[in-house]
């Protein structure tokens, strides 16, 4: 399987600041500012061409349905193409860590049908406590035991905050390893947009997103979108009409039947203001129902799917909570939230085999500082290496062998990643010797040699 890449991130200039969720409004309303000036230019136009009222009327609707799909389409291209801002000149990143808590994606409300986990970054220690994804979703889920609380102290437990005085190589954003290189704010980001608060599960794991195409639908079918709109609005001022005819008729004829022409005019005007409420709301209700349908439908159509990255010699399963991995991701900034870093998109998630080595690495290392509970000491790191001892464990990133050991792992499970994801195996895959489907004794070819040098 292969992963899904839609969006692309930009360079960032100060000033130039991202496609956010706080800016909706006012972007909403620049656009509909310029598609009244595009339709009101385009009247213009067409009435001094000597068409008159018909051309005015023709090149008003020209140019509002122009406007209008370039509203649609402008929208997709923020967010597709200027939401994410490039962290790092030798993209793609790679990191090891446990994965927090199963694949989520947001419903349509969110605009966004791109599915995600986190990754607690190792060595961090893990815990099992209550998420809040979404508002008013919870969702079980581990978090990394020295994770920060609501006022960017260190936490409480279960989080291990108590051992952090002594042992502060391992404050996840300081940890001088993979929580200060992936998650740290960046200084010129953090000055200029902000990011959001450390108690954030963005902030404290690396938040990673499969890429759903929704926003390429939008940016794809924006014509027909503007038809859908324009006549969802047609439908409901139709109905608005309607509604005010039915209601005047129905309470003139009421109010003259009991107080005569004054009863008619009075009861008329309130039936009126009543009907049109009434044809408005049906109006409005239907145009929702039908547009929620068409957006729902283009929603789930083609939505991210961890699973598109999940990659290995061995099928290992689906990606689940607990799972120790390794993940290959574009690292970027995202701006449409209050900002955090994340990999966007993910392009790659391999599960560890805990029986592979000595083929494969052994699995995982993790920050024991408890000195009450007895140091789970795992197998050398390598074969060149000595094992790690119980105060190592206790002092985690501290510990310079320790911290070694960190080093290599991540190392050693990277390179498998990036070897595969780099232009040189790219191009080796493009060979024809490489295209066999069944076998390559079967449909394969021999590769083409050099002929014999000159004797």
Same mark, same amino acid.
């Given at each position: 399987?292969?992963? /899904?890449?839609?969006?692309?991130?930009?360079?960032?200039?100060?000033?130039?600041?991202?496609?956010?969720?706080?800016?909706?409004?006012?972007?909403?309303?620049?656009?509909?500012?310029?598609?009244?000036?595009v339709?009101?230019?385009?009247?213009?136009?067409?009435?001094?061409t000597?068409?008159?009222?018909?051309?005015?009327?023709?090149?008003?609707?020209?140019?509002?349905?122009?406007?209008? /799909? =370039?509203?649609?389409?402008?929208a997709?291209?923020?967010?597709?193409?200027?939401?994410?801002?490039?962290?790092?000149?030798? $993209?793609?990143?790679?990191?090891?860590?446990?994965?927090?808590?199963?694949?989520?994606?947001?419903?349509?409300?969110?605009?966004?049908?791109?599915?995600?986990?986190?990754?607690?970054?190792?060595?961090?220690?893990?815990?099992?406590?209550?998420?809040?994804?979404?508002?008013?979703?919870?969702?079980?889920?581990?978090?990394?035991?020295?994770?920060?609380?609501?006022?960017?102290?260190?936490?409480?437990?279960p989080?291990?905050?108590?051992?952090?005085?002594?042992?502060?190589? $391992?404050?996840?954003?300081?940890?001088r390893?993979q929580?200060?290189?992936?998650?740290?704010?960046?200084?010129?980001?953090?000055?200029?947009?902000?990011?959001?608060a450390?108690?954030?599960?963005?902030?404290?794991?690396?938040?990673?997103?499969?890429?759903?195409?929704?926003?390429?639908?939008?940016?794809?079918w924006?014509?027909?979108?503007?038809?859908?709109?324009?006549?969802?609005?047609?439908?409901?001022?139709?109905?608005?009409?309607?509604?005010?005819?039915?209601?005047?008729?129905?309470? *003139?004829?009421?109010?003259?039947?009991?107080? =005569?022409?004054i009863?008619?005019?009075i009861?008329?005007?309130?039936?009126?203001?009543?009907?049109?409420a009434?044809?408005?709301?049906?109006?409005?209700?239907?145009?929702?129902?039908?547009?929620?349908?068409?957006?729902?439908?283009?929603?789930?159509?083609?939505?991210?799917?961890?699973?598109?990255?999940?990659? =290995?010699?061995?099928a290992?399963?689906?990606?689940?909570?607990?799972?120790?991995?390794?993940v290959?991701?574009?690292?970027?900034?995202?701006?449409?939230?209050?900002?955090?870093?994340?990999?966007h998109?993910?392009?790659?998630?391999?599960?560890? $085999?805990?029986?592979?080595?000595?083929?494969?690495?052994?699995?995982?290392?993790?920050?024991?500082?408890?000195?009450?509970?007895?140091?789970?000491?795992?197998?050398?790191?390598?074969?060149?290496?000595?094992?790690?001892?119980?105060?190592?464990?206790?002092?985690?990133?501290?510990?310079?062998?320790f911290?070694?050991? *960190?080093?290599?792992?991540?190392?050693?499970?990277?390179?498998?990643?990036?070897?595969?994801?780099?232009p040189?195996?790219?191009?080796?895959?493009?060979?024809?010797e490489?295209?066999?489907?069944?076998?390559?004794?079967?449909?394969g070819?021999?590769?083409?040699?050099?002929?014999?040098?000159?004797?």
């Amino acid at each position: 399987m292969a992963y /899904t890449h839609y969006t692309s991130c930009f360079v960032y200039k100060k000033g130039d600041k991202p496609y956010n969720e706080k800016s909706r409004l006012a972007f909403l309303a620049g656009e509909l500012l310029k598609i009244l000036i595009v339709t009101l230019i385009a009247a213009g136009a067409g009435f001094v061409t000597g068409a008159g009222p018909i051309g005015a009327l023709l090149g008003g609707i020209v140019g509002y349905f122009s406007a209008l /799909t =370039g509203t649609i389409d402008e929208a997709a291209s923020q967010w597709l193409y200027h939401r994410l801002i490039c962290l790092s000149k030798d $993209n793609p990143k790679c990191a090891v860590g446990i994965v927090s808590y199963d694949p989520y994606r947001s419903d349509l409300g969110a605009f966004d049908n791109d599915q995600y986990v986190d990754v607690v970054l190792m060595p961090h220690p893990v815990a099992s406590d209550s998420l809040e994804i979404d508002p008013g979703k919870w969702i079980t889920a581990l978090l990394p035991c020295n994770g920060y609380k609501l006022d960017g102290g260190m936490g409480t437990p279960p989080y291990r905050s108590k051992f952090i005085p002594s042992h502060p190589g $391992n404050i996840i954003l300081a940890d001088r390893f993979q929580g200060e290189e992936l998650l740290a704010p960046v200084a010129e980001l953090e000055a200029d947009l902000g990011y959001t608060a450390l108690k954030s599960h963005e902030m404290n794991a690396l938040h990673c997103e499969a890429e759903g195409d929704f926003w390429v639908k939008v940016k794809d079918w924006a014509p027909a979108l503007a038809i859908l709109l324009t006549a969802a609005l047609v439908g409901t001022a139709a109905a608005t009409g309607a509604g005010y005819a039915a209601g005047t008729a129905i309470g *003139c004829a009421i109010g003259f039947f009991f107080f =005569g022409p004054i009863g008619c005019a009075i009861l008329g005007a309130l039936g009126g203001l009543l009907g049109a409420a009434a044809g408005a709301a049906a109006g409005t209700a239907l145009s929702y129902v039908t547009i929620k349908a068409v957006l729902q439908a283009m929603f789930d159509a083609d939505p991210g799917n961890i699973e598109d990255s999940n990659v =290995g010699d061995r099928a290992l399963g689906p990606i689940r909570m607990g799972d120790a991995v390794a993940v290959l991701g574009e690292h970027v900034y995202d701006g449409y939230h209050d900002g955090w870093n994340e990999f966007h998109p993910l392009m790659a998630i391999m599960k560890f $085999n805990q029986t592979a080595w000595p083929s494969m690495p052994p699995t995982y290392l993790m920050w024991q500082p408890d000195e009450q509970v007895p140091a789970i000491i795992p197998e050398t790191v390598n074969p060149s290496s000595p094992k790690l001892d119980p105060m190592a464990m206790r002092f985690g990133l501290d510990d310079p062998e320790f911290r070694s050991a *960190c080093e290599v792992l991540r190392f050693e499970w990277c390179k498998r990643l990036k070897e595969a994801f780099s232009p040189e195996t790219r191009q080796t895959q493009q060979g024809l010797e490489h295209r066999w489907t069944i076998h390559p004794d079967v449909d394969g070819c021999i590769p083409e040699r050099d002929p014999d040098p000159i004797h």
